[in-house]
């Protein structure tokens, strides 16, 4: 197997802390705030978003695919499809994928909502033209460790859940040094919104906003003294 020093900045585009509000300021004011970072620090990312965030914030999902990032999926409303019957869920994942592939062809990137994809979903998956799966954890059952093929689709998991992101630079230094490249990074939009007053558990609200930005900022910046190359999921793809 490939990679080298590679690594992931990727986000899951959804509504505020779901399934805890309904809110959207993330995305009225954290995606825009995270695109013209990204911008500032030429750094290519994947919005894995839901079909609905794509159709209500039309403006945004073009910005992003406009900006020259990937535009991934995240389900259709943030389901849980380890929930739903077979049938459903593909319903749902079409029309999902329908509404992501208006803004550009090139959608071959999926995430289930709360890392909950049944094994069941990842033929679906692939007979609708999607190539990587970043559904799995190195840090939860069955703590799959490295990528891996599954028929058609690369299976990637995430490194580290998003809240890391947000710790103490010191502390979250340490857990990153002990990372094994392909170093797959998320967060969502919602956590570069001042959410300390929201009435969410407190791993949803500490050092979010302002300073969540800096941390990614500072995140983005050690990666690539380290000689990280920073990809998007598609392109990660194509090196396994
Ligand atoms: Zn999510």
């Known amino acids: 197997m490939p990679a080298g020093k590679v ?8 509504q505020d802390c779901p399934p805890y509000l309904s809110t959207t300021k993330g995305m009225e004011e954290g995606l825009p705030r995270l695109l013209d970072l990204l911008a500032e620090k030429h750094v290519k990312a994947t919005f ?8 209500r914030y039309p403006g945004l999902a073009r910005r992003v695919v406009e900006e020259g990032h990937e535009l991934g999926c995240h389900g259709l409303t943030h389901e849980r499809f380890d929930k739903l019957q077979r049938a459903e869920a593909e319903r749902r994942l079409e029309k999902a994928t329908a509404i992501l592939r208006s803004y550009t062809d090139n959608v071959v990137s999926f995430r289930a909502p709360n890392l909950q994809r049944p094994r069941w979903l990842l ?9 990587v799966d970043s559904s799995s954890a190195r840090y939860k059952p069955p703590f799959t460790r490295r990528p891996g093929r599954a028929g058609e689709l690369l299976v990637v998991p995430v490194s580290v859940t998003s809240s890391v992101l947000r710790l103490p630079w010191r502390l979250q230094a340490i857990i990153h040094r002990r990372l094994a490249p392909p170093r797959v990074y998320f967060s969502h939009p919602w956590e570069y919104v001042d959410m300390s007053r929201a009435g969410v558990r407190l791993d949803c609200r500490f050092n979010t906003g302002e300073k969540a930005l800096e941390l990614l900022s500072r995140l983005i910046d050690s990666l690539r003294a380290e000689g990280y190359r920073l990809l998007t999921l598609a392109e990660l793809a194509d090196l396994y």
């Open 7 to 14: 690594a992931v900045i990727s986000f899951d585009v959804e």
């Open 48 to 55: 894995l978003f839901t079909g609905d965030m794509a159709r």
């Open 123 to 131: 033929p679906v998956l692939a007979k609708l033209g999607y190539q």
